[in-house]
């Protein structure tokens, strides 16, 4: 019984965890970077944070598009992932709990979020091979940023 709940307790949790950074990696918002002429409006709350203000503003509308699109192309993969979290939800406020059920539907998630995130993965990598080295390196910045502003 303790293993069960080990068991359960532990997929919960990784499944919330991938759905949380999953979205917080594909939304708009999380991935918009302010060129250098918006930089006075950009730097104040949270925008100071993940926006990018030293980049050139094509650099910046490159990325920018770039990246609004691979999230516009992971719209189909984040409603296969809300199906298989409402069918693994559903297993787990079942009467009878079926552990085979939801490991596998857990599986299929984590399957889903990997397939997206290599999706954001690959428009990252082709904006960032367009990028000097000192762009690469604001490039970091905003990613670091990002990634602090998830954790809290």
Do not use: C
Request: hydrophobic share 45%; no cysteine.
């Amino acid at each position: 019984m303790k293993m069960t709940k080990l068991v359960v307790t532990t997929a919960l949790l990784t499944s919330l965890t991938l759905g949380g950074i999953f979205y917080a990696q594909t939304s708009d918002a999380a991935n918009e970077v302010a060129p250098a002429a918006a930089a006075p409006a950009a730097a104040t709350g949270a925008a100071k944070s993940t926006a990018v203000t030293q980049l050139p503003t094509d650099k910046a509308k490159l990325y920018n598009e770039t990246m609004k699109q691979a999230t516009e192309n992971n719209a189909a993969l984040r409603a296969q992932i809300q199906k298989a979290r409402e069918e693994a939800d559903a297993i787990l406020t079942a009467d009878k709990f079926d552990k085979k059920a939801y490991l596998a539907k857990a599986t299929e998630m984590d399957q889903l979020y990997s397939k997206a995130r290599s999706g954001m993965n690959e428009a990252f990598t082709s904006v960032a091979e367009k990028f000097n080295l000192a762009e690469r390196k604001i490039l970091l910045q905003n990613r670091n940023a990002r990634a602090a502003l998830q954790q809290k």
